[in-house]
């Protein structure tokens, strides 16, 4: 194991906690919940999207940013940097998985954003950064401020500046890999009977964007619809949009259940 690797696997074992963490988060689970978790994260998988030496960079909004430290956002693989939510515990995954295998994990999740947003920070918070695999979660802001009046957007704007963004994307970075996540929520909290059934709309366009660029798809709303079966929705989000540790657990898991599995 080199030094780099050393160094990755000991930050994470020693600042994250991960699978305490995890276990904690499905701690209240009832057992066919946990049985279906137990489907561990796969360490190595030949199918995997994730190959050696990868770039992997998880962009969106606060679900995504979930408190990232900006003063460390330069440094790859570091829990400071990558917050306190689904895509830390991913990426503490994989760098604990995979020791050997060079990987350099990012967050550049920021709270409130929509689609627009991320085109007008993309040069330096994608672009420069060169990612092999590029995850982005984005869509409930899009609808969210446009029902509390901060926001005059629609499904129509969501799904033409998504497709733009992957556009200038994949032209600047060809080989890029893609990971789009389904937008979510759980009707809790902020999450009411205004929400719908535009919402749904948001996550049929995200699904065709997906489909059109050929990205690895994540179905978070699906999966949090087969949670809520097991638990109520506060369990999992306890404001209907921003995951607690439960919900992130399961995205994590999910999350690298799709990109391994591709």
């Not at 988060?25 to 030949?46: G, H």
């Not at 991913?90 to 760098?95: D, E, T």
């Not at 982005?136 to 005059?152: A, C, F, P, T």
């Not at 893609?178 to 902020?190: Q, S, T, Y």
Request: charge should be neutral; charged fraction near 25%.
């Amino acid at each position: 194991m080199n030094d780099t690797s050393k160094l990755n696997r000991r930050n994470f074992l020693k600042t994250s906690s991960l699978t305490a963490l995890g276990t904690a988060a499905l701690a209240s689970v009832p057992a066919a919940s946990q049985a279906a978790a137990s489907e561990t994260w796969p360490a190595n998988t030949v199918r995997s999207l994730i190959s050696k030496g990868d770039v992997v960079l998880f962009q969106g909004d606060s679900i995504t940013d979930m408190g990232r430290s900006r003063e460390k956002a330069g440094e790859p693989n570091v829990q400071p940097a990558l917050g306190n939510g689904y895509a830390w515990m991913a990426g503490a995954a994989l760098l604990v998985d995979r020791p050997n295998d060079g990987l350099k994990v990012y967050n550049r999740g920021v709270s409130g954003n929509k689609v627009f947003q991320l085109a007008e920070r993309w040069q330096t918070d994608c672009l420069d950064l060169k990612p092999n695999v590029l995850s982005i979660l984005i869509g409930v802001n899009d609808i969210w401020h446009k029902l509390n009046g901060k926001y005059d957007g629609t499904v129509e704007i969501y799904e033409r500046d998504y497709r733009a963004l992957l556009d200038r994307t994949k032209k600047a970075l060809p080989d890029v890999k893609l990971v789009i996540c389904e937008p979510f929520v759980l009707r809790c909290g902020a999450v009411n009977d205004k929400w719908f059934p535009e919402f749904d709309t948001y996550r049929a366009a995200a699904k065709r964007v997906a489909d059109a660029f050929h990205a690895t798809w994540v179905p978070f709303q699906s999966m949090f619809n087969e949670a809520i079966k097991l638990a109520p929705p506060e369990h999992w989000a306890k404001d209907g949009v921003h995951p607690t540790d439960h919900g992130a657990s399961l995205m994590a898991h999910d999350w690298l259940k799709a990109v391994n599995h591709c």
